[in-house]
């Protein structure tokens, strides 16, 4: 055949099978080749065709060579299979230590003196006087000594009225005196007449007895008479001296009753004189009361200083017009000291008056260790963090509980207590506020952790104790002891020097592997 009758190539390229087209392809340029009995050339240059299959093979070697060695990449290589360990819990712990331990009760309250002294005036009037000390008037601060007048009001109205009263008391008193002297009159008037009456009583015995004996010897001599032995003359005779004894035994009785009367008399005057001696004595009493008040009115004139201290507070001055109404007796204690003329203080003893509750005033006994701590200091205590250690190095005076009051106020439902000081009292002042702590409770040894280490489970304290070796917790339960500001008394179930956990025990069980990251220290 010849070359202008042959098919394009891609009409041979359909013709020929799919092997012969693979070897056709194979071939290299301007290769002669037999297809179908005829001779045929390859041309110089390849087809788009072909140029497409040896992009598209190049693409998939490239994505197979890719494939394979991500997969080569991904396939893990064979180690030696450890293991695993869990993971431990990070926590905190702290040290189980003896030292000494105490249980506190705290309240706020008010430094007072123990003596102090509320001066003032009772009666009214312009100022005349105040205690001169180096020259100048007294003031606050200044030192002074029992007895030392300090100020005094204008009393010459009352010395008026306690002359008068001393001049009453003489009258009355020279009344008594002749009230006396009548009494005794009075008495000797009685005893006289009581003397007529028994004399006089006598004197009628006689005369009875003489009638007795006249009577009788007149009988007899009428006797005789009748028997003619006698005259009627001599009965006459002792008829006569019948009659004269009957009137002396007559004249003898107005005798006894004229000194009966005079004793009666005599009675009388003695109780007219006492009658007049008890109004003397009345007058007397009422004279001298007068004396008293107008003395005792004359002392509230002034103010004299009762003990030997300080004047802390002063609200007076020469020439002001004092009268008691100005003292405020209601309303808070700060309206009295601004009131009242003066206040002395001993700054030599001081007491601290606080209010507990009632559940921690039950608590409280006399002669209990007490640590006061100023305001300003508790307040920074507060921001940091209150311990057992910073309370000891905070307290500025220390003390002893000197009563507990029995009673509970209804109002507050607070129990009163009383603190004397007896170390650090210049370190207070008179009526500074400061918080005192009472301890109620102490052991000197006692095996302590923070309250943090405790954990409940059924309501009964456990704590985490850390087994150094093992590196796990085991839940222990304890017993509970004394519970100090910073620290808690364990009585059993743990030993000195063992760790507890303090930090991150909520995610504990028994047995749970831990690391500890750090440890606590009071």
Known sequence: MKHDSLQSPQEIQSDTNPAIQQDYLDLPSNETVLVNNETITNPPQKSKKQIWLYLLLGVGIIAIVGALFRQLQETPQQTPIETPQAARLSVRATEVKIQPLQKFVFGDGYVWAVRRKHLTFETSGTITYIKKNNGRELREGDFVKAGDLLAKVDDRKLRAELAQAQAKTAEAQTQSVAAQANISQANASVEQAKADVIRAQADLESAQDAYRLATSELKRREKLFAEGAISISDVDVYRN?????????????????????????????????????????????????????????????????????TVAHMNIGEGDYWTPQRVLITGDYQSVVDSVPMILIDPKAYEVRLKLPAFDGTLVRPNQSAF???????????????????????????????????????????????????????????????????????????????????????????????????????????????????????????????????????????????????????
């Open 372 to 522: 006061v701590v100023l305001d300003k200091d508790m307040s920074a205590a507060s921001t940091k963090g209150m311990s057992q250690q910073t309370l000891f190095r905070l307290a500025r005076a220390k003390g002893r509980v000197f009563s507990v009051s029995p009673s509970i106020s209804p109002g507050e439902r607070a129990v009163e207590v009383v603190v004397r000081l007896d170390r650090g009292i210049k370190n207070v002042r008179d009526g500074e506020r400061v918080s005192a702590w009472i301890a109620v409770e102490e052991n000197p040894k006692a095996l302590s952790v923070p309250p943090d280490a405790i954990i409940y489970r059924d309501q009964k304290p456990h704590v985490f104790v850390v087994d150094k070796d093992k590196q796990i917790v085991k839940l222990r339960p304890v017993e509970e002891g004394i519970r100090g500001i910073s620290q808690q008394e364990i009585k059993s179930g743990i030993q000195p020097g063992e760790l507890v956990v303090t930090e991150g025990r909520n995610r504990l069980v028994d047995g749970t592997p831990v690391e500890v990251v750090g440890r606590e220290r009071e």
């Open 241 to 309: 001296k019948a009659k004269d004894a009957w009137a002396k035994v007559k004249a003898t009785k107005a005798q006894v009753s004229a000194a009966q009367s005079r004793v009666k008399s005599a009675n009388g005057q003695l109780e007219s004189a006492k009658s007049q001696l008890q109004s003397t004595k009345a007058t007397i009493a009422s004279a001298r009361a007068g004396q008293v008040r107008s003395s005792v009115q004359m002392e509230d004139t002034v103010i004299e200083a009762p003990f030997n201290g």
